[in-house]
Every structure is written in C-alpha cells, then in structure tokens.
C-alpha cells in the first residue's frame, strides 16, 4: 500500500500538467453522492508536529477518529480518496465569479484604453488648433501695434492740421477786422457824401416850369427896377437867370404841354400881341426868364457813382490804429451778425496794455453805459486769481474787478501788490461765480452790452437764485443783477412762489445785502397781519428753521409797531395812535366827529386784499 506522501505526490501530477507555466485544474468525474449521515459525520482535522487539537502536546500520535456509524476512519480506503480528490477538482463558485468579473475588468480596461486613446488623439487635434489660434492672435497683436502707430503718426498729423488751421483762423479773424474798419470807413465816407449832397442840393433854387409873370408882377417888377440905377440889376438878374437855367438844365428837360385847337394861333398874332402896348427899349426894360426864352437842351449825363476800391495787398498786415479809435457802426450789414458788433478774434483784448495806467474808479457807475473805449481801459493792467478757498475760479484784470466789486476795490487798495483774491470756501456757487467774472472780463473787449442770462423758468430757480448770491459775495453792485431782483420779487408779491421756494431763498440769503430775502420777509409779515392762513404758516415753519428770518422778522414787527392793524372803524385806533377819522369831519380836528370814512387805497402791488366787512375799509398794509 503506497504511502501518504506517495499518494499525494502521485494524486498531484494527476491534476497538475507540467507544460503549463500556471496550474490548470482538471475537472473531476461526477461525484457519487454519499449517505448524507456519513457525509455529516466525518470531520477532518489536522494534527501537525504532535499537538493536539486543545494544543497539548502528549508525546504520542493522536489516535485516529472514530466515524458516527462506529467505524473507524481509513486514509487508505479508496471511496474516500476519489471524494476528497473530488473536492479539489470540482470550482469554487466565488473562483468562478472573480474570474468572470476579471474578465469584464479587462474587457473594461480595453475600452478604456481606446477612450484614453481618442482623447489623447483628441487632445492633440486641439493643440494644434491652439496653436494655429496663437498664431494667429500673434497677427492681429502685430496689426493693432501697426494700427497704434497709425493713430499716432494720424494724431500726429491731426495735431500739425489743427495748429495751421488755428493759423489760418487768426489770419481770417484779422482780415475780418480789416473788412469791417474798411466798411465802418466806408460807410462813414458815404454819409458824409450823402450829407454834401444834401447840403449842395439845398443851395440851389430851382424854379417850376409853370410859374407864370402876371402883367401886375411885372408892373411892381419894372417900378422896382426903375426905383434903382436899372442898369446893374438888370444885369444881375439876367446872370442869375442864365445861371438857373443852366443849373436847372441838368436835373429836369422842359416839356410843352400837348397842343390843341384853342391853342394852335400863328406865330404872326402872337407876336403882335407881345408887340402890343407901350415900346421900351432893350436896354430900358428888364428880360425876365419864361419857357420861351429859357433855354433848353438835353438832360445832361448820369455822374459816375463814387467807389472806393479796397486794396487787397494791405491784407495780412496788422493794423496800428489804437483799439479805442475803431469805429464801428450799428448800420453795418456785418456789424450785428450773430448778435456781436467786435470780430471773434477779439483785437481788443490782444492788445492789452499789462503795464498800463490805473483808471479812475467809480464803483456806483454801470459799466454797461460806458463807452467801448472807456471799457477797454479796465482791460489793462495786471491780471489777478480769483479762488473760491483752494478752487481757482477765472484769472482776470484786477482793474475791472475794482470797477465791478466793492470788495474787490477795498481789497487791492489796501494790497496794491497781491495777485490773487481768496474768498471763502463754499460761500457761493462755482458755476455763478464763473459766469460773472467772465462777463467782467468780457465787458473789457466786447462791443455790444449784455447781462447775465435771466431763465424766467421755474426749474432754473435754484441757479438763477445762485448767481444772485454770487454777485452778493463777490461785491457786484446790485443793478447788475437787478433783473433777478425784479423778477423774484414780482412772483413774491404776487404770491406766485412755493414753499419750496421761499426755503431756497432763505437757504441762501446773504445776511450783508440781499433784497429778494428782504422781499420775502416783509411779504410774509405782510400776509400774517392781514390774517392770511397760508401765508402765516409758511412763516411759522421757516422762522422755525432759519435764525435770520426770525430775526429779520423780529425787526420788521419792532418797526411796523408789532400788532395788527385796525380799520377806521374799531375803537382801538390806528397802530400808529391817534383818531380813526383823521379828516376831522366838518370843523374838527380829529377823533370821530364827522364820521367820515377814509379815502380807500389800493394794496400794495401782488398783495392779494382781504375782504373787508360790511361798510368797513383796510388801511394801506405796509411792504
């Protein structure tokens, strides 16, 4: 009987092929089911290096187990082997799923190799075409750089067009100027031609072709005549009369009046006629001018019209006349274009004199009823800053600011060397302090006269309310912005302003000088006394806000007496004292003798009257 070792040895060259570098399980003849109790009761158990299965050591060989039936358990018995051989040949069913499941991996691996190599291919189609898409961005890169030089080199070229045309503009402004002194003299020359010829026209006397000598004239003719030494006047006339009919003979052509059958007579009885009467010799009696004896000869020629040719080659010389000697006349066809009456190139303020004298001041005098040559002086002289704290506003001539400012004048008299004026930060409006110090500056040079716009708008309240208190803090004399006054006033006292409005002018008075608040104060006391609701509300909620309305109306109550007025009637008397009546009535002096009502007198301009009572009359409400 072989041995275990053999028998395993022999049992593994059975199921092992040794051509195979990895063993490959046979399979195993079907195994021939066993009595399951027998099945059930074996129990192999290994029992290596003489251990027991508590792991004791006893020193013997364990004794072979003993089966369920009673029979003991024979390693050489040969159903046994083929079962337990069977064992190993038949699969595992978990072998058998891993091997499967290996095999969907690789499957799996495989697929995912081909997608790794589309996308590597994919990959790389795609670098290319980043590639060629650098490419070309590096084009249009190289284009916009040659596009950038070209502007430059095009700004360039645009700037050097701009400086000739600026040239060429200055050029033109002076051929303008030229034009028009060159009008303005001609213009001059033909009114005083057309003046000559009036005054030459009304030296000469001409005679009408109708007059007619009656026998009684040269009666009272002749007996002049024979009165004096006749000879010399008888002389004189016929010079003078030839010298008429000559003078004559030039401006109008005699006409005989059209012939008719009472008139066609022989020459023979006209003559005869004229023979008729007492005979004087030639030298005995004067010849008087008639239509038969005047002489007549054809209208003389048309004279040549007077022109004065404009010499072209004196163009593009500067012109040395002074800029208070232009004379440029409103009848010119140029003077009045586009509302200015000076060229734009503004010769005047070109030729500023830095250095020159200091004019004579006169701060109550409006510089728009000066003369263009008298304005242009406060052109000269040194220019000044104007700064709104550290904001530069305009840099104009210290000479106009003295002449349009107050406090400007007070200023530079006392630092005749400053070259800036600061006034306080945020104290007016940029933009309104801009425009006026750009009007002054352009009243030095331009020769029509203007004010500041005034936009009788209501949305343009606010800035037209500004440049009010722009002119207040800069000095200006209230008639330059009179018309603002005017205007805002007006709609005060026609109570054709919001409250809104009336907030703005408080918002933005001037404490020193500002009649439109002034306005505002004395209307609102106006309409409080006469017992207008809307009107003493609105004073309530701005007194409320605003210290100086308080006190501006605090002063005005103090003046006017502080209580209401009364009417003739009420027993309380005037506010000022005194009797209701002050007609006195028949014979008195006062009180209420007579009864007699006041004449009635008409609210003050915009103040709307409250109605009075039956057989009553208001007093004159103050304003």
């Known amino acids: 009987m072989a041995t275990a070792p053999s028998f395993w040895a022999a049992g593994g060259n059975k199921i092992k092929t040794a051509d195979s570098p990895n063993p490959r399980i046979a399979e195993a003849p079907p195994k021939p089911k066993s009595d399951p109790q027998q099945k059930k009761g074996l129990v ?29 358990a024979d390693w050489a018995d040969d159903d046994d082997d083929n079962s337990f051989i069977a064992k190993f040949m038949s699969q595992d069913p978990t072998i058998a799923t891993l091997e499967t499941t290996v095999a969907l991996k690789e499957e799996r691996v495989k697929e995912l190799e081909a997608m790794l190599i589309t996308k590597t291919l994919r990959v790389a189609e795609l670098e290319g075409a980043v590639q060629d898409k650098d490419y070309h961005i590096g084009g249009l890169e190289a284009e916009v750089q040659e596009k950038d030089e ?29 034009i028009k002194n060159l009008e303005a003299d001609l213009e001059q020359k033909v009114e005083t031609i057309r003046n000559l010829e009036q005054e030459s026209a009304s030296l000469v006397t001409v005679p009408t072709n109708d007059t007619e000598f009656t026998e009684d004239g040269r ?195 006392e630092n005749p060397d400053a070259s800036s004026w600061v006034l306080p ?71 054709d302003v919001s409250y809104d409005f009336m907030n703005l002018v408080c918002q933005l008075a001037y404490p020193d000088n500002d009649p439109v608040f002034d306005c505002l104060a004395n209307n609102l006391v106006n309409q409080k006394k006469v017992g207008n609701a809307t009107g003493a509300a609105d004073l309530e909620k701005l007194v409320a806000k605003y210290t100086l309305l308080k006190d501006k109306v605090n002063q005005i109550e103090k003046r006017i007496g502080g209580r209401p007025r009364k009417t003739w009637k009420s027993p309380e008397g005037s506010v000022r004292g005194g009797s209701n009546d002050r007609s006195g009535g028949k014979g008195g002096k006062g009180g209420n003798v007579g009864q007699s009502a006041p004449s009635i007198v008409q609210p003050a301009p915009g103040n709307k009257p409250v109605a009075p009572a039956a057989g009553e009359t208001l007093f004159t409400t103050l304003h």
């Open 150 to 178: 070209k502007m430059e080199m095009l700004k360039k070229e645009n700037n050097a067009q701009f400086l000739h045309n600026q040239e060429l503009w200055c050029k033109v402004e002076e051929k303008d100027g030229r």
């Open 425 to 495: 930060a945020g104290s007016m409006n940029t933009d309104a302090a801009t425009a006026h110090l750009k009007w002054m500056d352009e009243m030095t040079y331009q020769s029509r006269i203007y004010s500041l716009r005034l936009q009788t708008e209501q949305v343009y309240d606010k800035k037209n309310i500004q440049i009010c208190r722009a002119a207040r803090v800069l000095g200006l004399n209230n008639m330059y912005v009179a018309q603002f006054t005017k205007q805002f006033c007006d709609r005060i006292r026609a109570q």
């Open 219 to 413: 009666k009272n003719e002749v007996s002049e005549s024979t009165k004096i030494d006749g000879t010399d006047v008888v002389i004189e006339m016929e010079i003078e009369a030839e010298k008429t009919a000559s003078e004559t003979s030039d401006s109008f052509e005699i006409v005989d009046p059209p012939a008719t059958e009472d008139s066609k007579e022989p020459t023979e009885t006209a003559s005869a006629k004229r023979a008729r009467g007492p005979s004087f010799g030639a030298t005995d009696f004067p010849i008087f001018v008639t239509k038969e004896t005047l002489k007549v000869v054809p209208p003389a020629p048309k004279p040549n019209t007077l022109i004065f040719p404009i010499d072209m080659s004196k163009y593009g010389k500067k012109s040395t006349a002074s800029p208070t000697t232009k004379v440029v006349l409103p009848s010119s066809p140029m003077a009045e274009k586009n509302g200015h009456t000076t060229p734009w190139g503004h010769s005047s303020r070109q030729a500023r004199d830095k250095t020159g004298a200091m004019p004579e001041f006169n701060f109550s005098a409006d510089i728009r009823h000066m003369p263009h040559g008298k304005r242009v002086v406060f052109g000269n002289g040194p220019e000044v800053i104007v700064r709104l704290g550290d904001v530069k506003l305009a840099t104009i001539t210290k000479y106009v600011l003295m002449q349009c400012s107050s406090k400007a004048l007070k200023y530079f008299t």
């Open 44 to 72: 192999l158990k290994g029992m290596p290096n003489g251990y027991t299965a508590n792991g004791a050591s006893n020193g013997t060989f364990p004794k072979p187990p003993m089966a369920t039936n009673g029979k003991k």
